[in-house]
């Protein structure tokens, strides 16, 4: 077979190498294609949350069930990976580009607002249309109404660490992906560490963005809690930076590519 064809990337070292100038590059594209790239992932992801609930829908809270909604959630992330979409969780890495000085702080920070506020508007968007489709009947609204409110019910601090083991998780099924050559390999790659997060219930605060409407609108009896929705996402993408950084940081190191660059 061709080496262009092959599954995936022979060199175990190439992404390491790669990464900081790449994330770095993301970062410093024109700020009207990274939000319109930005609303598509969060459109994506929150597809993946729908799909996730209709899982779920009418069927418990056991863990192969769990293991289903964590499959049907990940096809939101080969989506976001395939198209080249501009996901807030998978931006936190671009911290490793600030380490190699490819990437000035300020841009860092101005890319991640644009990006999150972005994949905000995006999962907002399919939240509503989903709901006003009709799509949280036959089970699927019980289910978004149980999903955003394990969410809304979790302290702030317990939110904060679910995040980061969160983003570890994901930032791993982009990393991977980045390494695999055909769509097919990406999918392999997405799909184990995305079914772990979410079978593991840990907090993803662009899929929050998607799930919390969800749920709100699914008991359109009740007052939204507005206030413990802002604490999630506060402590959640917080919590998503650590866990990102933290992964690509440390494969960075572990493969010895953590070296200073003179561009900036």
Known sequence: MA????????????????????????????????????????????????????????????????????????????????????????????????????????????????????????????ALLFAASGGLGDGVGGAAIALATGKLTKAPAAIFCSAILANILVCLAVWMSMKARTIAGKAVAIVGPVMIFVAAGLEHSIANMSILPLGWLAALSQSPDFASGLINLAFSTAGNIVGGAMLAIGIAWGHDKLHRSDQG
């Open 3 to 126: 080496q262009d064809e092959t599954f995936d990337d022979p060199v175990g070292d190439s992404i390491a190498a790669a990464a900081p100038a790449a994330l770095a590059a993301k970062a410093q594209q024109p700020f009207a294609r990274m939000g319109m790239l930005a609303i598509l992932a969060g459109a994506f992801i929150a597809f993946g949350s729908v799909a996730a609930m209709v899982a779920q829908a009418n069927m418990g809270d056991g863990g192969a069930v769990r293991l289903l909604s964590g499959a049907a959630f990940s096809v939101g992330l080969m989506m976001v990976m395939i198209v080249g979409a501009e996901l807030f969780t998978g931006n936190t890495m671009m911290l490793l580009s600030t380490m190699t000085g490819d990437l000035k702080p300020r841009r860092m920070l101005g890319a991640w607002a644009m990006v999150w506020f972005g994949n905000l508007i995006g999962a907002v968007a399919i």
